[in-house]
């Protein structure tokens, strides 16, 4: 089964409400109507209700960079998936490194989110990856292997055909230093035995993206790699021209 890539751009806690909205405009015209790669966005949550609005009818999805593992109460600072899903979005991201590890989200909170992403019908975009740290005491695998169990304990392997996993080392975040073509395979060729051994079906037709100090320069030798079926974008998803480059590169 071919799979669609996918590259999504995650915009992080940037843009003000006029460069979110050019960013946007500037991206819906330039990417080809018949571009091989879904593409999607992730702006702040407070920029969703007008980029909704500006994308409806348009070929780019729409997605929230996390979402709460509650529907509805006393939750402060939370934004529920039918919150989300009123405003159009299609993907939220759960899990990302940057709510792991500086707001302290455990495996079991992500997937908690997750599920309730699922309930809902929107499309998680489930981030697992490894420190500096734990790589240099090869605990890569293992890292990704209690990450990827607490969904599958939550929600079970059937629910990763309504998801996407981001295969993101934590030390190529930001950093400049991209997983090399390699590396980024062997995990994403893991990632996708570990789920094979529970669910062929699913392992097969299920997108893992890679994230991680991605550029126009560098996409599409990631992308060409078998089990890289697209990306999760940060600082290089900010300027139109080179997210649009590398969205083409897929
Ligand atoms: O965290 C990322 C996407 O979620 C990657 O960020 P960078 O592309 O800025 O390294």
Redesign the pocket.
């Known amino acids: 089964m071919a799979r669609r890539p996918l590259v999504v751009g995650?915009w992080k806690m940037n843009c003000t409400r006029a460069t979110a909205q050019q960013l946007l405009a500037d991206l819906l015209a330039g990417l080809p109507t018949d571009a091989k790669a879904q593409v999607g966005v992730c702006p702040a949550y407070v920029f969703i209700p007008e980029l909704g609005a500006m994308l409806a009818g348009k070929t780019i999805a729409l997605g929230a960079q996390n979402v709460a593992d509650q529907d509805q109460g006393a939750f402060t600072g939370e934004i529920s998936a039918p919150m989300l899903k009123e405003f159009g979005c299609a993907y939220a991201?759960v899990g990302?490194?940057e709510r792991r590890l500086v707001y302290g989200e455990t495996n079991a909170l992500v997937a908690a989110r997750y599920a309730k992403a699922i309930e809902h019908g929107i499309t998680p975009i489930f981030c697992v990856g490894e420190t500096l740290e734990e790589r240099e005491q090869d605990k890569t695998f293992a890292v990704i292997d209690e990450q990827l169990q607490a969904v599958l304990d939550l929600c079970g392997v059937a629910s990763l055909s309504q998801a996407v996993i981001?295969y993101?080392p934590v030390w190529?975040?930001?950093?400049g230093r991209t997983a090399t073509t390699e590396q980024a395979q062997e995990v994403h060729a893991y990632i996708r035995a570990q789920i094979a051994k529970l669910d062929a079906e699913v392992a097969e037709g299920l997108q893992i993206l890679y994230?991680?100090?991605?550029k126009a320069d560098n996409a599409a030798a990631l992308f060409g790699m078998p089990d890289v079926d697209g990306g999760?974008?940060?600082?290089?998803s900010l300027d139109a021209k080179s997210f649009l480059a590398i969205c083409l590169a897929a």
């Open positions: 995650n991201i990302h490194s981001a993101e190529a975040i930001g950093t994230g991680g100090s991605v999760l974008v940060g600082g290089a």
